[in-house]
């Protein structure tokens, strides 16, 4: 069966700190692979999506950036953190029908 | 732009007190409709996949159903245990994303 793991569980970091969160699928081969951002008691915003090694679309120009170095591993990075970087991260993934996308347990990152 | 709107943002039912959920949506070409269920802390996770008007999708005493303008989260006789936040999200077909609503915190009362 497919699993997906997301670490860290909790982050604290300073402003101007740089972020790395590190998302790996298991059990599956070219998956998409997505990360989200949710504010609290708001939706989830997507960040960035990928279809393929290499291959990034960015839904919201902002501080961070996201890489897949391989099949399964997504991550997401700042150079430099903002407050407003504070919120909850998650990593998911779907196959490459695209349907249903099934989500990490998240990273709850705060900026102080 | 693709909306999505989830009625009631809150709900507290007393146990065994059925209500249905809310998601109605505006987009062009729906692709698929979800339904998740997430815990305080964790990540969403998945309950439903709705792909046309006129579908419906059961689990337990949860049954989720489609229209051309929104979808229902039916609970039947609630439990404590299905407090949690419910969230619908869509799919536009030729897009890879999803397009999630604020959710429905749903608490149960024993």
């Known amino acids: 069966s497919q699993t997906i793991h997301q670490w860290p569980a909790t982050l604290v970091q300073p402003v101007g700190s740089p972020l790395s969160l590190e998302c790996t699928v298991e059990?599956?081969?070219?998956?998409?692979l997505y990360w989200y951002r949710q504010a609290a008691g708001r939706g989830l915003q997507l960040l960035f999506y990928?279809?393929?090694?290499?291959?990034i679309s960015s839904e919201v120009p902002q501080n961070l950036s996201a890489s897949r170095p391989q099949d399964r591993q997504f991550i997401l990075s700042s150079k430099k953190l903002l407050l407003s970087d504070s919120g909850f991260y998650l990593c998911?993934?779907?196959?490459?029908?695209?349907?249903?996308?099934?989500f990490g347990q998240g990273t709850r990152l705060t900026v102080v | 732009e693709d909306q999505v709107t989830q009625s009631p943002e809150a709900l507290r039912l007393q146990e065994g007190e059925s209500s249905s959920l809310n998601c109605s949506y505006t987009?062009?070409?729906?692709?698929?409709l979800f339904w998740y269920r997430q815990d305080p802390g964790k990540g969403p996770e998945f309950l439903f996949t709705?792909?046309?008007a006129g579908e419906e999708k059961e689990k337990e005493r949860l049954k989720a159903t489609l229209t051309k303008k929104e979808s229902f989260l039916h609970i039947t006789a609630p439990k404590p245990e299905d407090s949690a936040t419910y969230l619908c999200?869509?799919?536009?077909?030729?897009?890879?994303?999803?397009?999630f609503g604020t959710g429905t915190r749903l608490t149960i009362i024993p």
């Open positions: 998911a993934w779907s196959s490459t029908r695209g349907t249903e996308a099934f």
């Open positions: 059990g599956t081969s070219n998956p998409n």
């Open positions: 990928s279809v393929g090694i290499g291959q």
């Open positions: 987009v062009s070409g729906l692709r698929g």
């Open positions: 709705l792909y046309s």
């Open positions: 999200a869509v799919q536009v077909g030729g897009n890879e994303k999803l397009t």
